[in-house]
């Protein structure tokens, strides 16, 4: 290998050395949420800052003669044939087994990449630009990318570590895509109810009709305001997340007036998320809600670094507010990654990844000139799907049709490729557009389409 990752890919004895010369302690920041166990979760978020050369920490896997695995184990962790919790994991992956309590670390060409080929994506995300006082250019925080199971390329930079959690924006709608999935199996709610069964305040002639479908995919004709910074007095989100609203940001949302015919029209709206919080809080009610999240989710996934803020009511800010370190995003993207299944446990219903990754209806119908460019909307997921019939096209060319991400403001992405058994996760804080998603993402997976056979 050359480059950029040939000087980082090395045993890890060999490289800890090298990183602990790095400077430390740019920024000290607690973190609050409420834990598993109904109490204050605090989060010491303790950043190491970056190499005296100004170079970022870039870190990948081991060699494969200090990763072997005993045949059991791998049989043991590839999952298990079953029903009902038990369920068998995407054929052909897992290659390095789960992950336990960290991720198995390899070299890119140990684990079907092309070393060379990921150098140009690492360089890519990694190369900064514009000053730090503009908050310009390139602004990678961090990134994770996990092939077949494995660790195979990882980097920090601005002050980040491997321990530091991150905040996700909008990358937590898909976590509460994944509760819901989990409530669903349980049978706590059905999808296709109206959202009034559970959630009073929606009642009546015309709010009466919003189902929870139509709020997975952002159809239920409330009337919001998606605008940050570009409109900040007219913003919805931006009256639901600090001022008016933050007391309680379901009852908010529910208060919108109704601007159309619910599943009628696509409109982008963190309220929706938060709403669907609140109902669940009210399906589960306050015992068991506070812990769901890690007793369902972040625990058996082992993501242990997961801080998820509440609102004055004690509602998840599931639009916005959830944090992982990116090892443990990676987790998450690779349970969607093996349909729902985890450790041979089925935690989301079967079918669930593929009803939260199809097109919006309503978005599929919607004047093409309203649409944004990007990926397109799914279940509180975005997708890389074409769909001819309402002319809608691959939004990233050189990137698999069948890729989703789990997308966040300022440059957030978790990005799932099945066919090539991939997560890509990335983290930052992109402020000006100057980073394209889909060169990064179309350089990684170049390193895996060009890898040489074995």
Known sequence: MRGILSRWFAPFPRRLPLLGTFASCLCLATIQASSGEGDIRGVSAHAAGADPSGQPAVVAGRQADAVE???????????????????????GSAECGWPGSDWEERLPEDAGMDGDKLDEAVSYALTTTGTEQDRAGIRTDGFVIIHHGCLVAEGYARGFTRDTPHLAWSMSK??????????????LVTMESPAAKYYPLLDGPVRGQITLEHLMFMSSGLEWSEGYEASPLKSSVIAMLYTSGRDDMAAFTASRPVEFPPGTVWEYSSGTT??????LKEVLGPERYPRYPWEELFDPLGMTSAVFERDGSGTFVGSSYFY???????????????EGVWKGRR???????????????????????LREPGMHPGGHWWLNQPDSSSGLGVPYSGV????????????????????????????????DGTFELGKWLALVVAGVRQAPSP
């Open 347 to 369: 935690l989301l219903p079967e079918g669930w990844v593929t009803y939260s990754t199809r097109i919006a209806p309503a978005y599929r119908t919607m004047d093409p000139a």
């Open 400 to 431: 698999p049709e069948d890729a989703f991400a789990a997308l966040g403001h300022w440059g957030q992405s978790i990005v799932v490729v099945p066919s090539l058994d991939l997560v890509i996760v990335r983290t930052g804080d992109d402020r």
């Open 174 to 187: 898909s976590v509460t895509n994944a509760l819901y999935g989990i409530a669903v199996r349980q049978g």
């Open 274 to 279: 938060n709403l669907l919080m609140g109902i």
């Open 69 to 91: 695995r005993a045949s059991s184990r791998l049989d043991e962790e590839r999952g298990t044939s079953g029903t009902g919790d038990q369920a068998v994991s995407r054929a």
């Open 324 to 338: 992982a370190t990116p090892r443990d995003m990676a987790r998450f993207g690779y349970l969607y990654l093996q």
